[in-house]
């Protein structure tokens, strides 16, 4: 196994082995994971396949049984606090406080990350800028609809300016028009350099928003790649199911004098057809 990087040039995720048991259970089983700075990482599953528990491990929430784990070159363990302060985190849950207003929930979030004075003022006017709540900072979010709250959540883990964000279904519950607008608002964070990990159910979010793609199930990454490399992956498999027919010559030539032409094309299966066929059909109600 090769030694694990420095802090410096290190990947954004750098995940070996990992191994994280709740009793006998193994919510994640050897689990390996790479991610480089500047890129976009979708991180798909189905239900109880282990995509929270990977997640908090990397947050530092949660500490592995066993494996390696660096993140941004840090230990989530070891160096939690100086991790902390590198990173920001999307919750699926708001974290947000319904009686404050806009501003306030943006500057409580900014000192909590040590953020103030001048400084903590302009970072705030810039994520209700991103957010498109400008005009409607002053009013108490208990006013907000759905979409509102949601662009707000996202922008408060980004006052800090983290090198690497992780998103948890960051457009649950939202209009189209919001949904739009975050998904605007992750594009434009993407192209300034930020370093994203995307966890949704919502596959065409990770076809339009990531370069990378990991499909987990039962625990372990059973595909990761770009979205041509899963599609041709999975093409390839469907291939060897089916037999092969091949013209020769003399067919091609009656069949051309006959006025029939033809040709071969390649049809990729979109990311659902990839996941489904990854991850299979049954049921997940487990969480």
């Not at 501003?103 to 209700?128: I, K, P, T, Y």
């Not at 949904?179 to 990990?197: I, K, Q, S, Y």
């Not at 093409?235 to 004098?257: F, K, N, P």
């Amino acid at each position: 196994m090769l030694p694990l990087g420095s802090t410096r040039g290190a990947p954004a995720i750098e995940v070996r082995g990992l191994v994280r048991l709740f009793g006998e259970r193994r919510a994640v089983d050897g689990l390996d994971l790479e991610l480089e700075r500047g890129q976009s990482l979708g991180l798909l599953g189905p239900n109880g396949a282990g995509k929270t528990t990977t997640i908090r491990v990397l947050c530092t929430l949660c500490a592995p049984s066993a494996g390696s784990v660096r993140v941004l070159g840090l230990d989530p363990q070891r160096e939690a606090a100086e991790l902390r302060a590198r990173i920001g985190v999307v919750p699926q849950e708001l974290a947000l406080y319904d009686p404050l207003h806009a501003d306030e929930n943006l500057e409580f979030h900014g000192r909590m990350h040590g953020l103030s004075g001048a400084h903590l003022e302009r970072r705030v006017d810039w994520a209700l800028e991103l957010a498109g709540l400008r005009e409607r900072r002053r009013d108490p979010v208990s006013t907000y609809s759905g979409g509102m709250k949601r662009r707000l959540n996202l922008v408060t883990a980004l006052l800090h300016e983290p090198e690497l964000v992780f998103m948890d279904e960051p457009t649950v519950g939202v209009d189209p028009q919001s949904r739009n607008h975050v998904f605007e608002m992750v594009e434009r964070l993407h192209a300034d350099g930020l370093t994203l990990v995307y966890t949704t159910h919502q596959l065409g979010e990770v076809e339009r928003l990531c370069d990378r793609i990991a499909i987990l199930d039962t625990g372990r990454a059973v595909a990761q790649g770009t979205l041509e490399e899963l599609r041709r992956g999975q093409a390839h498999s469907a291939v060897q199911r089916y037999a092969r027919v091949e013209l020769d010559e003399g067919t091609r030539t009656r069949l051309e004098a006959a006025g029939i032409t033809f040709r071969v094309e390649e049809e990729l299966p979109d990311l659902e057809a990839v996941f489904l066929a990854l991850t299979g059909r049954a049921l997940r109600d487990e969480e």
